[in-house]
T-cell receptor, first 115, second 116 residues
Framework: AQSVTQLDSQVPVFEEAPVELRCNYS??????LFWYVQYPNQGLQLLLK??????LVESINGFEAEFNKSQTSFHLRKPSVHISDTAEYFC?????????????FGSGTRLQVQP | NAGVMQNPRHLVRRRGQEARLRCSPM?????VYWYRQLPEEGLKFMVY????????ESGMPKERFSAEFPKEGPSILRIQQVVRGDSAAYFC??????????????FGPGTRLTVL
C-alpha cells in the first residue's frame, strides 16, 4: 500500500518570496513521483515528475523538486513566486515495480500568493 | 492534439436519479482512469480500464457505481440512485500503452456532480 502526506493544507506567501511545499510518501515498492497543479475549477496539469536518474527535477516555470529516497520526500520549491502561481498543488506517487497503474495523491496544498 | 475530454462539465441530479459521466481519452491513449475529488480533499482512485476491460476497480464503491470503456466510444462512469454524498468532482485521466513516461496521466477538466 502507498500513502502520500502533504503536511501543509495552505501556504500563504508574498509575491517574489521563496516557497517550499512539502511531500512525504510511504511505499513498499519503488515509486515514480509527480507534482500536479490545479487552478480553480480546472483539471490537473502535470508540473514535474521524477522517474529515475538525477534526483533534482525542474519545470519550465521555475519550480523544482528533489527526490530524497532516505527521507522518502519529494518537496517542491520555487525561489520567487508570482501571483499566477496561486493554485492547489498535489503530490502523487505511482508504482514502479508492479502492474498497478493507479496514482496515489496527497490531500493537496493550497498556495496563496499575496501582492 | 485534443486533450482528455469530459462531459458534461456540470451535472445536477436529484437523489435517486442516475448520473452518467463521459470521458474521451487523448488520441493514442488506451488506458483510462477515473478519480473522485471530494470537497477540500485530494483525488481518490476509483477504477482503471483498457478497451473492453476493467483492469483495477479497487477504488470503486461496491454498490451503485459502474464503469465501462467500450471498443467504440467514450468511457462511461455510471452512478445509479445518487445520494448527496456522491456530490464531488469526477476526473478522468488517460495514459499511453507504454510505461516510458512513468505512468504519467493526463487529466480532463472534470465533471462536477451536484446531488440535490
Amino acid at each position: 500500500a502507498q500513502s502520500v502526506t502533504q503536511l501543509d493544507s495552505q501556504v500563504p506567501v508574498f509575491e517574489e518570496a521563496p516557497v517550499e511545499l512539502r511531500c512525504n510518501y510511504s511505499s513498499s515498492v519503488s515509486v515514480y513521483l509527480f507534482w500536479y497543479v490545479q487552478y480553480p475549477n480546472q483539471g490537473l496539469q502535470l508540473l514535474l515528475k521524477y522517474l529515475s536518474g538525477s534526483t533534482l527535477v525542474e519545470s519550465i516555470n521555475g519550480f523544482e523538486a528533489e527526490f530524497n529516497k532516505s527521507q522518502t520526500s519529494f518537496h517542491l520549491r520555487k525561489p520567487s513566486v508570482h501571483i499566477s502561481d496561486t493554485a492547489e498543488y498535489f503530490c502523487a506517487v505511482g508504482d514502479m515495480d508492479t502492474g498497478r497503474r493507479a496514482l496515489t495523491f496527497g490531500s493537496g496544498t493550497r498556495l496563496q500568493v499575496q501582492p | 492534439n485534443a486533450g482528455v475530454m469530459q462531459n458534461p462539465r456540470h451535472l445536477v441530479r436529484r437523489r435517486g436519479q442516475e448520473a452518467r459521466l463521459r470521458c474521451s481519452p487523448m488520441k493514442g491513449h488506451s488506458h483510462v482512469y477515473w478519480y473522485r475529488q471530494l470537497p477540500e480533499e485530494g483525488l481518490k482512485f476509483m477504477v482503471y480500464l483498457q478497451k473492453e476491460n476493467i483492469i483495477d476497480e479497487s477504488g470503486m464503491p461496491k454498490e451503485r457505481f459502474s464503469a465501462e470503456f467500450p471498443k467504440e466510444g467514450p468511457s462511461i462512469l455510471r452512478i445509479q440512485q445518487v445520494v448527496r454524498g456522491d456530490s464531488a468532482a469526477y476526473f478522468c485521466a488517460s495514459s499511453p500503452l507504454d510505461r516510458l513516461g512513468g505512468d504519467e496521466q493526463f487529466f480532463g477538466p472534470g465533471t462536477r456532480l451536484t446531488v440535490l
